[in-house]
Nanobody, 124 residues
Framework: QVQLVESGGGLVQAGGSLRLSCAAS????????MGWFRQAPGKEREFVAA????????NYKSSVKGRFTISRDNAKGTAYLQMNSLKQEDTAVYYC?????????????????WGQGTQVTVSS
């Protein structure tokens, strides 16, 4: 099995920055692609960003391009989401996800493993 543990969430003012981390353990050979999703109250879970271990291919939700950066440290089995210029609409629970496929896809059902989520709150 695979375990994913997120950290780094918190409360930040609009315009500020946060960095989320997602540490994978267990059968990490199944975490070829790692992604971040988020879910705001009353809304469906949505794709934010993904990165493939193979070639470092990335994919982003259009509204976070230029503000968020996904990266990974293969040696540590950890993915990161650097979030800059945060807006109130970025407030949500952020979930780390992983899949064994190589494509940095955007559909949540394509991901096999999920973390417990970390809250990000952006105040005005």
């Amino acid at each position: 099995q695979v375990q994913l543990v997120e950290s780094g969430g918190g409360l930040v003012q609009a315009g500020g920055s946060l960095r989320l981390s997602c540490a994978a353990s267990g059968r990490t050979s199944r975490t070829v692609t790692m992604g971040w999703f988020r879910q705001a109250p009353g809304k469906e879970r949505e794709f934010v960003a993904a990165i493939s271990w193979i070639g470092g291919t990335t994919n982003y939700k259009s509204s976070v391009k230029g503000r968020f950066t996904i990266s990974r440290d293969n040696a540590k089995g950890t993915a990161y989401l650097q979030m800059n210029s945060l807006k109130q609409e970025d407030t949500a629970v952020y979930y780390c996800a992983a899949r064994s496929g190589t494509a940095a896809v955007t559909t949540s059902t394509d991901y096999n493993y999920w973390g417990q989520g970390t809250q990000v709150t952006v105040s005005s």
